[in-house]
C-alpha cells in the first residue's frame, strides 16, 4: 500500500483539466487494452467526445486524483460521473480517433441495464481510472476507486458501475467487491469490429462490473 506521506489525495475540478487530460494521454491511453486493440493513435482527449466526458466527470465533483508530494505530479486519477434516469443522454460529440473505442465500450454497455432495480435511481460510474507506471501496484488505484465510491454514498448513489478492459483494473473492483454483470470475449467478434487481440496483452475481456452502494 501507498505511503501517505508520500501521496496527497484531492477532488478533481475543471480547474484540473488540462493536467488531467496530459496525464490520461501520456499513462492511461498508451497502456489502456481496448486503445492499443484498436491501434488508437494520437489521442487527443481535450476533443470530442473524450473531451467532452472528461469535462462532465471533472465538474461532476466525483472524480479524485492523488499526486505525489515529493515532486507535486499528477500520478493518478480516477474520472467519474453521477448518473440518474431522468438525465441520461445520448453523446453529441465526435468521437474522432477513438471511433472503434467508443464503438466496443457503447456495445458492451447494452449488455447491462444500469436502473434495472427499481429503487436504484442514482448511479456513481467509474468512467476512468489510471496510475502513472512509475507507482503501480502501492494501493493508489483502489484507494482512488474507495474515495469515489465515498462521494457515490454522499452523494446518494444506490449503486456504482464500471466498465473493465484491464486484468489490472479488475482484481481491484473485484476486491473493493463489484461484479461481473456483462462480458464480452473480443476474440469472439469478426474482422469488422477492428480489434487486434494479439496487442492487448492478453487482455481480452471487456466486462461491465457493478456494487450496490445502499
Known amino acids: 500500500m501507498a505511503n501517505v506521506n508520500d501521496f496527497d489525495f484531492l477532488l478533481l475540478t475543471p480547474g484540473d483539466f488540462g493536467e488531467v487530460t496530459e496525464f490520461l494521454a501520456k499513462e492511461y491511453f498508451t497502456r489502456e487494452p481496448l486503445t492499443l486493440g484498436t491501434q488508437s ?3 487527443r482527449p481535450t476533443e470530442g467526445r473524450i473531451g467532452a466526458d472528461i469535462r462532465k466527470c471533472l465538474e461532476s465533483g466525483a472524480s479524485m486524483g492523488v499526486r505525489h508530494r515529493p515532486t ?3 500520478v493518478g486519477v480516477s474520472t467519474c460521473i453521477f448518473e440518474s434516469q431522468e438525465k441520461s443522454s445520448t453523446p453529441t460529440h465526435p468521437a474522432n480517433e477513438l471511433t472503434l473505442f467508443y464503438r466496443m465500450y457503447d456495445e458492451v454497455m ?18 476512468m481510472l489510471g496510475v502513472h507506471r512509475g507507482f503501480v501496484g502501492r494501493g493508489l488505484g483502489q484507494r482512488l476507486v474507495e474515495l469515489c465510491v465515498a462521494k457515490g454514498v454522499e452523494r446518494g448513489c444506490q449503486r456504482s458501475v464500471v466498465c473493465i478492459t484491464s ?5 481491484i473492483f473485484a476486491k473493493l467487491g463489484y461484479e461481473v454483470r456483462h462480458c464480452l470475449d473480443l476474440t469472439s467478434l469478426g474482422p469488422d469490429w477492428g480489434v487486434d ?18
Open 110 to 127: 447494452k449488455g447491462v441495464e444500469v436502473f434495472e432495480e427499481k429503487e436504484v435511481n442514482k448511479v456513481l460510474s467509474v468512467y
Open 167 to 171: 486484468k489490472f483494473s479488475y482484481k
Open 41 to 43: 493513435k494520437d489521442i
Open 72 to 74: 507535486g505530479e499528477l
Open 197 to 214: 487481440t494479439s496487442l492487448m496483452n492478453g487482455n481480452t475481456l471487456v466486462s461491465v462490473m457493478a456494487k450496490r452502494l445502499s
